[in-house]
């Protein structure tokens, strides 16, 4: 997937979590959309590079997007959530995603569970539908390359992983993907020491039958698409 044309800043703060304030390479100071709810723990510095995408909708209160991080360990991380649905997406369409290959129609935002949930897509094959929650991980450490979620504690990212497990001892197929929307990784793991509630969680729904998976992006100023299958290290 492409980006919109990606402009390069520095970042002066991140606040009231949807705010961010950069500097443009003139020293033009401005106000720009943050989209992503989490912490952003360690996928980001004041001062470190970012990439943001301007928009030209008059209705719009900010006039551009955070996009791409540079993260305090050099890498780059797609920070910007809502990416993640479509790369998945774009990566299913295609057959990118091996497990999840030969379905007769995707669907978007399902509603499902006794919890009132909505899971991101469902599959249609000809054994029945399989129902994928898509996680971004952006949350990488110093001198390791095993990527880790959530970035902060999360009851709705349990509450799914509880609605996968009873979907699959149900007997229908339920998958959790990661998007590992970081550069330099090469296996992900529960973030046990900042949420041990959805580690547990993890392991629980995966021992129930939920199909755990993990695939990491090509990311650059550019562009942003599947690119390989990761580990996912559940007992770390």
Same mark, same amino acid.
Not at 158 to 183: F, I, W
């Given at each position: 997937?492409?980006?919109?044309?990606?402009?390069?800043?520095?970042?002066?703060?991140?606040? =009231?979590?949807?705010?961010?304030?950069?500097?443009? #390479?003139?020293?033009? &100071?401005?106000?720009?959309?943050? #989209?992503?709810?989490? %912490?952003?723990?360690?996928?980001?510095?004041?001062?470190?590079?970012?990439?943001?995408?301007?928009?030209? @909708?008059?209705?719009?209160?900010?006039? !551009?997007?955070?996009?791409?991080?540079?993260?305090?360990?050099?890498?780059?991380?797609? /920070?910007?959530?809502?990416?993640?649905?479509?790369?998945?997406?774009?990566?299913?369409?295609? !057959?990118?995603?091996?497990?999840?290959?030969?379905?007769?129609?995707? =669907?978007?935002?399902?509603?499902?569970?006794?919890?009132?949930?909505?899971?991101?897509?469902?599959?249609?094959?000809?054994?029945?539908?399989?129902? /994928?929650? /898509? =996680?971004?991980?952006?949350?990488?450490?110093?001198?390791?390359?095993?990527?880790?979620?959530?970035?902060?504690?999360?009851?709705?990212?349990?509450?799914?992983?509880?609605?996968?497990?009873?979907?699959?001892?149900?007997?229908?197929?339920?998958? &959790?993907?990661?998007?590992?929307?970081? %550069?330099?990784?090469?296996?992900?793991?529960?973030?046990?020491?900042? @949420?041990?509630?959805?580690? &547990?969680?993890?392991? %629980?729904?995966?021992?129930?039958?939920?199909?755990?998976?993990?695939?990491?992006?090509?990311? @650059?100023?550019?562009?942003?698409?599947? @690119?390989?299958?990761?580990?996912?290290?559940?007992?770390?």
């Amino acid at each position: 997937m492409l980006f919109p044309v990606l402009e390069e800043a520095r970042l002066l703060r991140r606040y =009231k979590r949807f705010l961010a304030d950069i500097e443009l #390479p003139g020293g033009e &100071q401005m106000t720009i959309h943050c #989209p992503n709810t989490g %912490s952003m723990f360690n996928c980001m510095r004041e001062g470190g590079k970012i990439w943001f995408s301007r928009s030209n @909708d008059p209705k719009r209160k900010l006039p !551009g997007t955070w996009e791409v991080s540079e993260t305090p360990q050099g890498r780059l991380a797609c /920070v910007n959530t809502g990416r993640a649905n479509a790369v998945v997406e774009e990566a299913l369409r295609v !057959g990118k995603i091996p497990e999840l290959a030969g379905f007769s129609a995707l =669907k978007r935002e399902v509603a499902y569970g006794a919890e009132g949930s909505r899971v991101d897509f469902r599959l249609d094959f000809p054994t029945g539908p399989a129902y /994928v929650e /898509v =996680k971004s991980v952006t949350l990488g450490f110093d001198g390791s390359p095993i990527a880790a979620f959530p970035d902060a504690v999360t009851q709705r990212g349990a509450k799914h992983l509880r609605e996968l497990a009873t979907l699959a001892r149900q007997g229908v197929r339920a998958v &959790q993907l990661y998007c590992v929307n970081l %550069s330099g990784v090469e296996g992900v793991r529960p973030a046990v020491e900042i @949420d041990p509630a959805y580690a &547990q969680a993890l392991r %629980s729904a995966a021992a129930e039958g939920v199909e755990v998976l993990a695939y990491a992006v090509h990311l @650059d100023a550019e562009q942003i698409y599947i @690119d390989r299958k990761l580990p996912v290290l559940l007992d770390l």
